[in-house]
């Protein structure tokens, strides 16, 4: 399968997936609306959240994928399915040992996570659902030991798939699951910690057939011989040696995100959840772009790398570079002319006021000030991660979080929630830029001839789709629509369909062949 087909299956999933997310966030904003009690779900949804980024799909992934495609590629795969049980044994364990001591340390995670909620009556409340949602980490980081085996194996449908069942879980959570809890005097937002840990166990469970089948499934050691050789093996020690600055760039993100959220948290009542429901919109694009080439990527670049052959190395991070401008740049342009519109037909129903608009809005454009970075990012940290590089990730990942902590101490006080989506925005193209300049000056990525007309031809069709959008926003009166929703979802469909009639119609006149670009 080619490199686009398959980042356009998972693309084509995550778009499942992404809809599904809106659905439920659209659910839970209607139902629940911005208030501290949303605070308090969405800072105890981060806290497992942040452990999972260091066990799942952060510095764990970053250390497991490219060292299981060159034991796959040198060793072959009987060699390799030991090493999947070994690296799933001291994962395991870990996972155990974490989630005992999360569950224990609640209070204190969300007091270092939200010191203000305490001030909106929701701290009490975060720290019950912290301690309900908890081993949710362990399902998804061993959801991400598999995905890491499938995506390998070149199977990329299952692990793009999977977080349609959390989604699915959480709606039913609200849905069914919250009314339920008023009827009986029970605190209805709790209802969504039940459906965070329902979609944690249902992901796992996708994956055993798919492992199965492919006589993959991690066979776990649960004796103390087991474990020791599991830890005397070289590879998990490499995996282990390559975790530890990942560890460390991982935390880098996160610390930027405690940060970020303990100042939210003391700003307005409600603008923690304003920050994340316009970070779910963000996830469509970053996901549906970035993530999907990205999760395809890794494990070829990986196996480019340990055949030596650096041509194909460089061809395939230009490839996937240009396919994140053709597409996040149009898409960075809709999010700052467009983004309100957007925000009131997903979200502007039941409890979410006029208000939460506005405040999701700003927000939402801050993050899209810096698209284009955060998808670019997606692409271009697997260059040095398969090279079993991490280092130069973590150092750049440290000065961009002084930055960002730089710019909340401007933006912030005239900007309030909006100043800090903003500061992630900037920080997320600086980011990039450093990793593009670091590939380039040693020798791992020289861009292919054609870059400088290729970007003209992008700015001139998003010039022309930034005027349509912004005659398009402001020539209905979208938040007015509220009662007529079908209407407003109706209209916002047809503004989608023109713009990317437009943007693509446009790139055919300047002469940008789409077909050949995508096929090369």
Known sequence: MSLFKSASTVSLLTLVSRITGLVRELLIASTFGASAMTDAFNVAFRIPNLFRRLFAEGAFSQAFVPVLAASKAKNGEAETRLLVDRVATLLTWTL???????????????????????????????????????????????VALSSGVLNTWRRFAVPAATPVLLNLAMIGAAWLGAPWFKAHGIEPVYALGGGVMLGGFLQLAVQVPALRHLGLLPKIGWNWALIQAAWADPATKNIVKLMVPALLGVSVSQISLLINTQIASHLTPGSVSWLTYADRLMEFPTAMLGVAIGVVLMPQLAAAKGAGDAARYSAMLDWGLRIVVLLAVPCAVALLTFARPLVATLYHYGAFSDRDVQQTTTALMGYGAGLLGLVAIKVLAPGFYASQDIKTPVRIAVLVLVITQLLNLALVPYFQHAGLALAIGIGALINALCLLVGLMRRGSYTPAP?????????????????????????????TGLKSLYMQRIGLLALVLFASAAIYFVALRLSGLKLRQLVRR
């Open 96 to 142: 155990l040992l974490t989630c005992v001591l999360g569950v224990a340390a609640a209070p204190l995670l969300v007091w270092a996570m939200a010191s203000g909620l305490q001030q909106a009556r929701g701290y009490e409340a975060a720290v019950f659902m912290t301690r309900w949602m908890f081993p949710y980490i362990g399902f998804m980081s061993l």
């Open 450 to 478: 054609g870059w400088g007309m290729f970007a003209l031809q992008v700015l001139a069709a998003s010039a022309l789709l930034a005027v349509f959008l912004l005659w398009a926003a402001g020539s209905v009166s979208w």
